[in-house]
């Protein structure tokens, strides 16, 4: 797939602002100094450029870097996607229709299916396509010499290529990281620049904190954010017409949208914080779980709002404090509450023994008789009283270690 010359300038597409120099391309510094030198060093010894693997999450750029890679080489780029080559067939149309030199760019390749994977080991180690023709008997091998091309290939979930795949990537494989918030604003600043938008300092600082460190989302709240200033107001971003499309998409100070919060209050509300299973957490919020550990999870992991252990997803005292509900006590609260618990009923069963022994041995106390019995009574009630309050103290704290020993 090639796209046209005309759109690329049309401001209603993501293509248009996307940078076509290295100079453009903000953030991914030690990415983009690596690949300048693997390019530049290529050029010189006029070879075709190694294959390269870009991977992380979604709207970080990695087909952007596809572009500028294909701009820096000088040559043409196929593009197309892992779920786009059903067949055997498929993939080799597309690999002898390509020239030398030629940038083939397959996106979410991890759902290259796996017969069309296996053929394309030869085509990037060999260069050469072996093709069998017939059934049975009849069948026959053919072997196509290739092109010298550049296989460059994107994906999100790394871990489902295969090892083989992976380890045919010579030029390198990138791992593209979150951007910053200065790296956001800077991108804003650019993108303002090349749609005509009149945007204040402030509202950059705001569109940029809720962007959740990726630029296309912020190229998104950018987009909406001058949709409201040129219906509501004068055409110009100003901080509080900022606030109020961010408002209006119902994104929070850091970020979150409605279904992020609905994980946190289903994952506190329904589950008491967790540890919950996937499986079990996108059932209860009615979410695909393939949407929660990709789309949701990434950014609340690195907002510090869940964490992942061996038994599930446990929320943290952070997501309790950003949606204004009380956090549990910690393990070291409760077991401070339980030793107090433990201690106090150690001194009053002690106190109520002295008195009690007081009582049989007939000594004199500085009370009245009945009275220290009574005294006796109240401080051993209180005594069973605390114990009881340490025991469902350190039963609570450890129930759930409790009920996996019962069911092992």
């Not at 055409?235 to 109020?244: E, H, L, P, W, Y």
């Not at 059932?283 to 510090?304: F, N």
């Not at 005292?317 to 950003?322: L, V």
Request: glycine fraction near 8%; aromatic fraction near 6%.
């Amino acid at each position: 797939m090639s796209i046209p010359a005309k759109k690329l300038d049309d401001p209603s597409l993501d293509s248009a602002l996307r940078p076509d120099r290295w100079d453009d391309y903000i953030g991914q510094r030690p990415i983009k100094e690596t690949l300048r030198i693997l390019i530049d060093a290529t050029k010189k010894r006029a070879e075709p450029l190694e294959h390269i693997l870009l991977y992380g999450p979604a709207g970080l750029g990695k087909t952007t870097l596809a572009h500028l890679i294909r701009a820096e080489m000088g040559t043409q780029m196929k593009i197309t996607s892992g779920p786009a080559i059903e067949r055997v067939g498929d993939l080799a149309a597309i690999l002898t229709n390509l020239s030398a030199g030629d940038i083939l760019f397959i996106d979410e390749v991890h759902r290259l299916n796996k017969l069309v994977e296996e053929i394309l080991y030869p085509a990037m180690e060999a260069r050469s396509l072996d093709i069998i023709i017939g059934k049975g008997p009849a069948a026959r091998t053919i072997q196509l010499e290739l092109p010298a091309f550049t296989l460059v290939a994107a994906t999100t979930r790394i871990g489902l290529l295969s090892s083989p795949l992976r380890s045919r990537f010579s030029g390198g494989i990138f791992r593209l990281e979150f951007y910053t918030d200065n790296e956001i604003k800077n991108i804003l600043q650019r993108s303002a620049g090349l749609l005509g938008i009149d945007v204040e300092k402030e509202a950059l600082d705001e569109i940029a904190k809720r962007s959740r460190f990726t630029p296309r989302v912020a190229n998104h709240l950018l987009k909406r954010c001058r949709d409201v200033a040129s219906v509501k107001g004068d055409g110009v971003i100003t901080d509080s017409m900022a606030k109020m499309a961010l408002e209006l998409l119902d994104i929070d100070n850091v970020g979150l949208q409605a279904e992020d919060r609905r994980i946190l209050n289903v994952l506190i509300g329904k589950f008491g914080g967790g540890p919950v299973g996937l499986g079990t957490l996108a059932a209860a919020s009615a979410e695909e779980q393939s949407t929660i550990e990709e789309i949701h999870e990434p950014y609340l992991l690195r907002l510090g709002f869940i964490e992942r252990t061996p038994r599930g997803r446990v929320a943290t005292r952070r997501a309790y404090e950003h949606l204004g509900i009380a956090p549990p006590r910690t393990l070291f609260e409760s077991y401070c509450m339980i030793f107090a618990a433990a201690f106090f009923g150690i001194f009053t069963a002690v106190y109520a023994a002295g008195i009690a022994a007081c009582i049989y041995q007939e000594e004199e106390l500085s009370l009245p008789h009945e009275r220290a019995i009574r005294m006796t009574i109240v401080v051993v009630c209180i005594s069973v009283v605390l114990w009881l309050i340490a025991l469902w103290s350190l039963i609570s704290v450890n129930w759930d270690h409790l009920i996996s020993l019962s069911q092992q």
